[in-house]
């Protein structure tokens, strides 16, 4: 077996299907499907257990995916070291962020950063997941959550606020905004399955028939209250720099999130990195009256 073959069985172990896998591999489906053929026959053992499309170890290949892990872990190591080296300030440069906050801050940031270090290419991820930083899925992400696992390295930023939003002409035509539960009041939404915290607080704080419109975008939910679908619970560092959005609505304090610049310890003294955090770091740290939703309060 070469290195493939286990990187093979690991993503379909880890994406549970073909299409995961081939997405994550870069590959089409029926390139992954015949390799994982390939192997079964070279070997005469099958790997996974087909069910309507979902994959699950067996035995043998529960087997080749922890030793797939182990190879992983130690060649990832073996990058952080190298990498931890790296003095110079040329690469390349992986960020994630979700996507408000790549919408509103960051993109002047990083134009300023490019400015400054034009050897130093940028590659940024926008996805609410988070990525994982120890099998270097990226360099660095801008989280609303202190990090916790001991090979991490952390930059407190600020704190987010969260607040109600409206446009001027939804609120002539409803009744006036006063507190929970907003009766008379359409709200814009999550999806269903949403596990964010200010999905769960509009869950908690309106009924559920007053919830009209969801999306899985912050943005798009944003867009959906400028059109005068309804209300909805955005971070102040979005709405409060739409000038055709009013806040309605005090800060929800059970929202109030820290925002950190994380990477990977082993990372934290590559130059890149290093510029990266003193550089952007810098930059939200000045924004910080918007994040914390201080920045402009509305009447």
């Not at 002047?108 to 950063?113: I, M, N, S, Y």
Request: hydrophobic share 45%; net charge negative; with cysteine.
């Amino acid at each position: 077996m070469d290195w493939n073959d286990f990187r093979l069985i690991l993503a379909i172990g880890r994406q549970g299907s073909l299409k995961g896998a081939a997405k994550a591999l870069g590959h089409d489906h029926s390139t992954i499907f015949r390799w994982l053929n390939a192997l079964e026959g070279r070997y005469q053992v099958q790997l996974f257990d087909r069910n309507a499309g979902s994959y699950t170890p067996t035995e043998a290949g529960q087997r080749m995916i922890q030793a797939a892990e182990r190879m992983e872990r130690e060649a990832l190591s073996v990058d952080r070291d190298i990498s931890g080296l790296d003095a110079r300030l040329t690469g390349h440069l992986r960020i994630t962020c979700s996507e408000s906050l790549a919408y509103r801050l960051l993109n002047d940031l990083l134009a300023g950063f490019r400015a400054q270090y034009d050897g130093i290419t940028l590659e940024l991820l926008v996805d609410n997941r988070q990525l994982d930083l120890l099998r270097r899925e990226a360099d660095i992400a801008i989280r609303a959550t202190r990090p916790t696992e001991g090979e991490l390295f952390g930059r407190q930023i600020a704190e987010t606020a969260w607040a109600i939003y409206a446009t001027p002409a939804y609120l002539t035509e409803r009744p006036p905004v006063d507190t929970a539960p907003y009766a008379g009041h359409s709200f814009i939404g999550w999806h269903m399955e949403a596990a964010a915290a200010a999905a769960q607080w509009l869950t908690d704080t309106v009924s559920d028939d007053q919830i009209i419109y969801r999306s899985s975008s912050l943005i798009n939910q944003m867009m959906a209250v400028k059109a005068g679908i309804g209300m909805a619970l955005l971070p102040c560092y979005l709405g409060d720099q739409e000038t055709d959005l009013m806040r309605v609505s005090g800060t929800a304090a059970a929202l109030t999130r820290e925002l950190w610049l994380i990477t990977h310890k082993d990372l934290r003294n590559t130059a890149r990195v290093r510029a990266f955090f003193d550089m952007v770091g810098q930059g939200l740290i000045d924004r910080r009256s918007l994040l914390v939703g201080a920045s402009k309060v509305h009447a």
